[in-house]
């Protein structure tokens, strides 16, 4: 059933955003359990009823970071979730971003498309200035979303982000309001 229009954040062509609820555990950890093998080794969304409280809760609940599911206009299904972390304000006004697509979803532009509408929103209605994301070299998929959107390569951090068990070198990419303005000048 598709979710209501009013509850969405963001609007593209074929997809949607809008915040995480509680209600969503169901499918959101279903949809996880079923995209294991596209996940690992580079990420674990809950995929039980208590991990996916604690983690939507935080999103919810905290401040510092903001929970979009990634929805397919026509059926409402979720496709993926991109979320903000870590959010600073003051002089920083920044967030970093973590994503994953859903095995059913993968491969098909919607993650890309909900990427976009999440940046729009980040610099929009949410002000923040500089979005950043973290990513394991090895994760191709990840770093060509990041790519595609126009972040840009700042370095390289080993034994960055504790993930499966240890400490894993990064990538780090960084989009700013100012080279979005720039990319979407005329040349």
Not at 60 to 80: H, N, Q, T
Not at 131 to 157: C, D, H, K, T, Y
Request: with cysteine.
């Amino acid at each position: 059933m598709p979710h209501p229009p009013s509850r969405h954040l963001a609007e593209g062509p074929r997809v949607a955003l809008r915040p995480f609820t509680l209600d969503d555990g169901p499918e959101f950890t279903a949809r996880a359990r079923e995209s294991k093998d596209l996940h690992r080794p580079w990420l674990f969304p809950p995929d039980n009823d208590e991990a996916y409280a604690d983690y939507a809760g935080r999103l919810i609940e905290d401040p510092a970071r903001v929970g979009f599911l990634v929805c397919e206009k026509d059926s409402g299904a979720i496709a993926g979730f991109i979320n903000i972390n870590n959010i600073v304000r003051g002089g920083f006004q920044c967030g970093a971003l973590g994503y994953g697509a859903f095995a059913h979803a993968a491969g098909r532009g919607l993650m890309r498309e909900g990427l976009e509408l999440v940046i729009g929103y980040a610099f929009g209605p949410l002000g923040l200035h500089r979005l950043e994301i973290n990513v394991q070299p090895g994760n191709a998929a990840s770093i060509a979303l990041a790519r595609g959107a126009g972040f840009r390569l700042e370095g390289f951090s080993p034994n960055m982000i504790y993930v499966d068990g240890a400490w894993r070198d990064h990538e780090r990419w960084a989009l700013t309001t100012e080279m979005r303005t720039e990319a979407a000048q005329p040349r």
